[in-house]
């Protein structure tokens, strides 16, 4: 009897070894993306898992609204306060609409959940025009940060992501994923579905929603996302999530199309947990190629005038 339970359970346990060796195991066939550049890592075990131009420099947009909610954390400034809508200081957002109204108020938090989880512009600014020193010391805080956190090809002109001078590079902002993971309000107020707000002097309310639709959808466990597009920066996606077995961060930067970068999600989570490759469409690639044939057009006069002797 001890000996049949013994030899039970010793199959039990290579069986479930074995499926874990198997799931631990990448695909042999690479996965083709629509975003110029794309990052998955591993968080627990910090193995990369998908690369793809994860060092190429490009705009951001709305993905510096992580950076501006980690540096308003990191002031500790209370987060019940409340806060006047100000975008005085910020020349980019002078002509900006939003439903948003000047001059009146909201508590910190309302302001941090909106900019990160319905992207609003106002509320992000707003956070900035709050901090000790104004706009000019919260934007430098913002580059301060991201040396900090070794985040040396990204640079920050404002907490919005409007500025295409907003960059960085996929593989740098899997860094800030990491740093985020100790400030678990970020993850929380980013997530959810929606949120409304009611703002003083004068009074109203306004109701905000999510900009991933993945926030919605039952067979994804998001703990982390941002969203962003411009046209410099074309559509980016930050997220961790839960792809299978794993913990993972991920990145996309410059999608075609609207729901491309949420496509592109898709594409690698059923590719690291079926192993089956997902068609591009042929729009997104020629969009990417057209996109890696700028660079390589913008880079080539610079490259000749260093082989001038």
Known sequence: M??????????CLILVSTAIQAASKLPT???????????????????????EASDLITPIASVSKLMTALVVLDAGLPLNESITVDVSQSPIMQNVVSRIRLGSTLTRKEALALALMASENRAATTLAHSYPGGFDAFVAAMNAKAKALGMHNSHFEEPTGLSSHN??????????????????IIGE??????????????????????????VNRKSWKIQLTKTGYTDDAGHCLVMVTKMGH??????????FGKYTHIADAT????????????KVPDDALAYK???????EQLAAPQDNMLAVP
């Open 2 to 11: 001890l000996k049949r339970l013994f030899t039970a359970t010793v199959c």
């Open 29 to 51: 066939t690479k996965q083709n993306m629509a975003s110029q550049s794309a990052m998955l890592v591993d968080l627990d075990s910090g193995k990369t898992l998908y690369s």
């Open 167 to 184: 960059i960085s590079t996929a593989a740098d902002l899997v860094k800030l994923v990491k740093a985020i993971q100790h400030y678990p």
């Open 189 to 214: 107020l980013s997530t959810a579905s929606s949120r409304s707000v009611t703002f003083q002097h004068p009074r109203y309310s306004l109701a905000f929603y999510n900009t991933n639709p993945l």
């Open 246 to 255: 794993r913990n993972v961060a991920f990145v996309a930067l410059d999608s």
């Open 267 to 278: 594409r690698l989570k059923r590719w690291l947990t079926t192993g089956k490759v997902s």
């Open 289 to 295: 190629r057209q996109k890696r044939l700028q660079r």
